[in-house]
């Protein structure tokens, strides 16, 4: 199994539709949760920290579930500028030196 | 915010030379870079971890004496890709990792790096 495993798409959905992406890590000890959005030949832009209560900005919906160890990401009233691909990275923690373990990545599409 | 220089941006170079790429923390010290490659329309691969004072560790498959990593400072880390080949071209990405207590468990990436080699 996958440190952090998330679903590739590609996810096509029209403009102002809502979308979700899952991704699951297998840590349980894992300490902090996020999600990133890189552009086609950029690095990797910090999206949202993910919390334990869930939190929120703008458009954007982050949860996190320790119980079945993953989180989500909410993106509502879809814009072309959405179009991405959204990393879910995850901080398993001391017991491993604080290492950062990726997803593979989420690609989204949004048509107009 | 945190920024990560990263430089060149983009290099084209002819086969069997080297290529040095820095990674510069601008306002934080960090003693723990990474390393990435990521070929098209595929995710980030981790190369090594790079420690300041001390050798990187690099990931399974990832040959030492190809890809050298020296992390002298607090604030630099670079990649040497020795004797490129085209099958080296890449898009090479770094990140750092502020020491600071406060931001430590966030990832600061650098611009990244196209390589091509011909």
């Known amino acids: 199994r996958k440190e952090v495993e998330q679903d590739p798409g590609p996810f096509n959905v029209p403009e102002g539709a809502t979308v979700a992406f899952n991704c699951t890590y297998s840590?349980?000890?894992?300490?902090?949760f996020f999600w990133y959005r890189q552009d086609c030949r950029k690095e990797p832009k910090l999206l949202m920290s993910v919390y334990s209560s869930g939190n929120e900005d703008g458009r954007f919906t982050a949860q996190l579930n320790r119980a079945s160890q993953y989180i989500s990401l909410l993106i509502r009233d879809s814009k072309l500028s959405d179009s991405a691909t959204y990393l879910c990275v995850v901080n398993f923690g001391r017991n491993t030196g604080n290492q950062f373990y990726f997803g593979t990545g989420t690609s989204l599409t949004v048509i107009p | 915010g945190a920024v990560v220089s990263q430089h060149p941006s983009r290099v084209i170079c002819k086969s069997g030379t080297s290529v040095k790429i820095e990674c510069r923390s601008l306002d934080f010290q960090a003693t723990t870079m990474f390393w990435y490659r990521q070929f098209p329309k595929q995710s980030l691969m981790l190369m090594a971890t790079?420690?300041?004072?001390?050798?990187?560790?690099?990931e399974q498959g990832v040959e030492k004496d190809k890809f050298l990593i020296n992390h002298a400072s607090l604030t630099l880390s670079t990649l040497t890709v020795t004797s490129a080949h085209p099958e080296d071209s890449s898009f090479y990405i770094c990140?750092?990792?502020?020491?600071?207590?406060?931001?430590?468990?966030?990832?600061?990436f650098g611009s990244g790096t196209q390589l091509s080699v011909l």
């Open positions: 990140s750092a990792r502020p020491d600071r207590k406060r931001g430590s468990e966030k990832l600061f």
């Open positions: 840590n349980s000890a894992s300490q902090s």
């Open positions: 790079s420690n300041e004072g001390s050798k990187a560790t690099y």
